[in-house]
Nanobody
Framework: QAQIAESGGGLVQPGGSLRLSCAGSGFYFKYTAANWYRQVPGKEREWLAFITISGDNTQYADSVRGRFTISRDNSREEVYLQMSKLETDDTAVYYC???????WGQGTQVTVSA
């Protein structure tokens, strides 16, 4: 079965860093472009970052540009989101998305708290 799964979430202080991972199984994740999203309860899911199949091009939302970096290791079938200078407003459930086939992970909680 084609699946993706996020990991790496947790509790971090403002100004800290976390690295999220998204692992694919049951399909060739390395042949699929990917996105990261996040969602806060009661609010619309927010797009954060995009990466091409080869990783040669990336795009970012204004809210995270300069602080977050999307990358991938195709030999491991994984996509990453390196988050730095975290703020309390970054608290959310973070989701990984494969473009084709269209897949979503279960999400991983990131809590930024002083």
């Amino acid at each position: 079965q084609a699946q993706i799964a996020e990991s790496g979430g947790g509790l971090v202080q403002p100004g800290g860093s976390l690295r999220l991972s998204c692992a694919g199984s049951g399909f060739y994740f390395k042949y699929t472009a990917a996105n990261w999203y996040r969602q806060v309860p009661g609010k619309e899911r927010e797009w954060l970052a995009f990466i091409t199949i080869s990783g040669d091009n990336t795009q970012y939302a204004d809210s995270v540009r300069g602080r977050f970096t999307i990358s991938r290791d195709n030999s491991r079938e994984e996509v990453y989101l390196q988050m730095s200078k975290l703020e309390t407003d970054d608290t959310a459930v973070y989701y990984c998305n494969a473009v084709s086939p269209s897949l979503w992970g279960q999400g991983t909680q990131v809590t930024v708290s002083a």
